[in-house]
């Protein structure tokens, strides 16, 4: 059974940065590329960052992009986002998904884990 | 406001057939799969519909996508009480070089 679980979520401050973490099992990690997509409270979804499953090709929303950064760790079955200079808009539920393509090019997001909640606030 | 459109609610009594619209453009819809999530209230998303009209294993067939030129629908047929969710429609962009959502639809079942 595919398992995604989030962790490293919390109250931050503005400008300050964290760093979530998403431990994956159930499946071979380093075959699939990996997504972070959030929401915000009582809005939709937003897609973050993507990146291949060996780490070549990596994407960011415009919203995020100079600020995060994304990156695996293949031998660790991880996936983590860095988040720096962080705003009161970046305050979500921030879900880690899989990709449904085994290797190649994105195919949508077909597990989700649970989420870690992210608060930006002084 | 989303890259793609969609109605922000939907309704309909137990039984019936509901379709959810989703408008994009050349850049999305156009030219990529369209996908289909469900998020039940206080749980994750969960894919309902991949590559404009291919069902996950578990999805009922009650649940179908189509896509046509710019936009793209799905249908729920046999209305069910716990059909009661948010949908979110969602397609590759290739001019922002990622994946975009619409804003959601509120499905109320009556």
């Known amino acids: 059974e595919v398992q995604l679980v989030e962790s490293g979520g919390g109250l931050i401050q503005p400008g300050r940065s964290l760093r979530l973490s998403c431990a994956a099992s159930?499946?071979?990690?380093?075959?699939?590329?990996m997504h972070w997509v959030r929401q915000a409270p009582g809005k939709g979804l937003e897609w973050v960052s993507g990146i291949s499953w060996n780490s070549g090709s990596v994407g960011y929303a415009d919203s995020v992009k100079g600020r995060f950064t994304i990156s695996r760790d293949n031998g660790k079955n991880s996936l983590y986002l860095q988040m720096n200079s962080l705003r009161a808009e970046d305050m979500a539920l921030y879900y880690c998904t899989k990709d449904i393509a085994y290797g190649g090019n994105s195919d949508g997001f077909d597990h989700w884990g649970q989420g870690t909640l992210v608060t930006v606030s002084s | 406001q989303s890259v793609l459109t969609q109605p922000p609610s939907a309704s309909g009594t137990p039984g019936q057939r509901v379709t959810i619209s989703c408008s994009g453009s050349s850049s999305n819809i156009g030219n990529n799969y369209v996908y289909w999530y469900q998020q039940l209230p206080g749980t994750a998303p969960k894919l309902l519909i991949y590559r404009n009209n291919q069902r996950p294993s578990g999805v009922p067939d009650r649940f179908s996508g189509s896509k046509s030129g710019t936009s793209a629908s799905l249908a729920i047929s046999g209305l069910r009480s716990e059909d009661e969710a948010d949908y979110y429609c969602a397609a590759w962009d290739d001019s922002l070089s990622g994946w975009v959502f619409g804003g959601g639809t509120k499905l109320t079942v009556l």
């Open positions: 159930g499946f071979t990690f380093g075959d699939y590329a």
